[in-house]
């Protein structure tokens, strides 16, 4: 109400201006820390307002007083999870960069140079966390780095990045994320050039629809999920659970070596997909390298109907090479492999039936992972969250954990021939 009825006594060229003046409508937690940082760090939880803090801190950097004034920053890095998000969220989104600038001083975004160029000649170029390559090379001055604790190569990403964050006064980081205890996360945290914000989906109640907080209250409150996503905590692994961040992150590696067998595999759901509250179906590519060992080479579990996520699972199989798609024939049966077919009949089709209990089929390929036989290519962030919480008792997570399941079967198939018994010896000789 007082904001309001000190609106209303400007004249309309102020209340004009203002709109643009971020500090006026910005909550503390999202403006820039004072002294002497090297990174801002932002764990929030979803709809708190990150990617507006992230693109109005662009903007401030990039910015001087008049449009041919120079910033603070004129090399300027843009880091997303995916070329995609880059450009759909980070600068062309609701609250992404061009969103927030006065027509006056708004870059021009040439995306097939993933560039954008200010006024006053200061320049942000897009890069990805699938591809760290990208940032070897180019030297910055400011970097924006969202979702690091989703992206699959974080360490190398993250680490290319400050190779090349080398100009300027004080190079600066801000990073926007929704927490996970990956060690980048930690490390920062623990970090003493480090300032952390945190923030939960309430502190942005007031921008937020009505029945979406209703619906996410209703069902994520007071969950694992609801505390990650919405409160923004950062969740120590489940005590006894079959799978631990450290055991994934002992033996993770950057690049995909030379496969001996690569196994698509899909665990279907037992709703029609496509559609708000169905399950996701889990396609999971795994291999067994030319070592020996079995890597978990990609995650592209979708949320499509039986036409959709057959073809994506064919996709899959044909990018990877595969040797086969192995899926459960509990939902569907013979539907699930004449769907399949459907897309491409070329492609062999295992089907496998699931006789023993979610915990009883992943204990043996957990084991593996124990002896330190499995490696994950890359991060993948969503299966990783949903490892973590199978426990001897049973899954402790929302819903269906579709990804590790599909998992269980494809490393099944391509390190235990299918098997859910094993001889420990055998297999290590």
Not at 19 to 45: C, E, M, V, Y
Not at 180 to 192: D, G, H, M, T
Not at 201 to 216: I, R, S
């Amino acid at each position: 109400m007082e904001r309001q009825q000190a609106l209303s006594q400007l004249t309309m060229e102020a209340r004009a201006a203002l709109k643009w003046h971020w500090p006026f409508w910005a909550r503390p937690n999202q403006l820039p820390p004072t002294g002497d940082w090297a990174t801002w760090l932002i764990l929030a939880g979803r709809g708190f307002g990150k990617t507006r803090a992230g693109a109005e801190w662009i903007r401030a950097m990039a910015c001087g007083d008049t449009p041919m004034s120079a910033g603070r920053a004129g090399r300027i890095a843009i880091v997303a999870e995916t070329a995609a998000d880059a450009r759909d969220v980070l600068v062309e989104g609701d609250s992404g960069i061009m969103s927030v600038h006065p027509p006056e001083v708004r870059p021009h975004y040439e995306p097939s140079k993933r560039r954008l160029t200010w006024p006053n000649g200061a320049v942000a170029t897009l890069y990805n966390a699938t591809e760290p390559d990208q940032l070897r090379g180019p030297q910055h001055d400011a970097a924006w780095c969202d979702e690091l604790a989703k992206w699959q190569h974080a360490r190398d990403t993250w680490d290319q990045l400050q190779f090349g964050l080398r100009i300027g006064d004080r190079p600066r980081v801000t990073v926007t994320t929704t927490p996970r205890p990956i060690p980048i996360i930690r490390e920062l945290l623990s970090a003493r050039d480090t300032v952390a914000v945190r923030g939960s989906t309430m502190d942005n109640a007031g921008n937020l629809a009505a029945p979406f907080l209703a619906k996410m209250l209703d069902k994520y409150e007071g969950t694992r999920l609801g505390r990650q996503e919405l409160n923004a905590e950062i969740l120590d692994d489940v005590p006894g659970a079959l799978w631990t961040r450290d055991m994934l992150e002992a033996n993770r590696v950057k690049q995909m070596p030379e496969m001996k067998r690569v196994i698509v595999a899909v665990d279907p759901s037992g709703t029609a997909g496509g559609g708000e509250g169905g399950d996701d179906v889990g396609i999971v590519i795994v291999g067994k390298g030319v070592d020996g060992r079995g890597y978990v080479l990609a995650d592209w579990t979708c949320n499509l109907s039986p036409a959709g996520w057959s073809r994506r699972a064919v996709e899959a199989y044909h990018a990877f090479k595969a040797d086969r798609i192995v899926a459960e024939r509990n939902f569907g049966g013979a539907m699930v492999e004449a769907t399949i077919l459907t897309a491409d009949q070329s492609v062999p089709v295992k089907l496998v039936t699931a006789s023993r209990g979610k915990v009883a089929r992943a204990e043996p390929v957990a084991a593996l992972y124990e002896q330190g036989r499995i490696s994950h290519v890359g991060m993948h962030a969503s299966l990783e969250d949903q490892m973590v919480l199978f426990t001897p008792e049973g899954y402790a997570g929302e819903g269906s954990p579709d990804r590790a399941d599909a998992l269980v079967w494809g490393l099944s198939e391509a390190m235990l021939n299918g098997s859910s018994a094993y001889n420990l010896t055998a297999l290590a000789s």
